[in-house]
T-cell receptor, first 116, second 115 residues
Framework: DGGITQSPKYLFRKEGQNVTLSCEQNLNHDAMYWYRQDPGQGLRLIYYSQIVNDFQKGDIAEGYSVSREKKESFPLTVTSAQKNPTAFYLC???????????????FGEGSRLTVL | AQSVTQLDSHVSVSEGTPVLLRCNYSSSYSPSLFWYVQHPNKGLQLLLKYTSAATLVKGINGFEAEFKKSETSFHLTKPSAHMSDAAEYFCVVSDRPSNTGKLIFGQGTTLQVKP
């Protein structure tokens, strides 16, 4: 079955530690996205990538980093510089950034990060 | 810049009664609008979309939405709620015309369905 796989589903970390969230897709999509979800705030875009080896900052990129070395993979690192990292993180993909404008985003099931 | 406002953070209905989730948008361009649904601790799923074709859009699970330009609204409706409809719903507008693929999400409406 084609889809997006995020791991781990739940993650705990101590303050000051970096953590990497995995996102893998087998849909052959060019574009991939990372969103952060906090209660009552909807989804906010962290980073997006329209093509392999290219990515752009979204609205709340500070304290995060990404890479896009392979088409199917778009890992997100939450660094110690992120002041409030506890949140639900969602990865998404679309055939291209143009088709994303038609709403055709496919989402993973999310990773819940808790900082202790 | 585009934006969306979901007018209710929480809506409660009884099973079998109609559902109305309200959304207003702001856009300098002809917008593309969507509704997504999210069940607890899950990803989001596209319910329906408006992309300048018919103003009444039908989606999955019996939901539909009507694009009203004069009111800048895109309300989501369903004639009869089912227990399985309990979830969070997001109204979304696309970030056009930059074609970055960025979607702008409303703050969400939690739908509660009572037996």
């Amino acid at each position: 079955d084609g889809g997006i796989t995020q791991s781990p589903k739940y993650l705990f970390r101590k303050e000051g530690q970096n953590v990497t969230l995995s996102c893998e897709q087998n849909l052959n999509h060019d574009a991939m996205y990372w969103y952060r979800q906090d209660p009552g705030q909807g989804l906010r875009l962290i980073y997006y990538s329209q093509i392999v080896n290219d990515f752009q900052k979204g609205d709340i990129a500070e304290g995060y980093s990404v890479s896009r070395e392979k088409k199917e993979s778009f890992p997100l690192t939450v660094t110690s510089a992120q002041k409030n990292p506890t949140a639900f993180y969602l990865c998404a993909s679309s055939i291209s950034s143009v088709t994303a404008n038609t709403g055709e985003l496919f989402f993973g099931e999310g990773s819940r990060l808790t900082v202790l | 810049a585009q934006s969306v406002t979901q007018l209710d953070s929480h809506v409660s209905v009884s099973e079998g009664t109609p559902v109305l989730l309200r959304c207003n948008y702001s856009s300098s361009y002809s917008p593309s609008l969507f509704w997504y649904v999210q069940h607890p601790n899950k990803g989001l799923q596209l319910l329906l979309k408006y992309t300048s074709a018919a103003t009444l859009v039908k989606g999955i699970n019996g939901f539909e939405a009507e694009f009203k330009k004069s009111e800048t609204s895109f309300h989501l409706t369903k004639p009869s709620a089912h227990m399985s409809d309990a979830a969070e719903y997001f109204c979304v507008v696309s970030d056009r015309p930059s074609n970055t693929g960025k979607l702008i999400f409303g703050q969400g409406t939690t739908l509660q369905v009572k037996p």
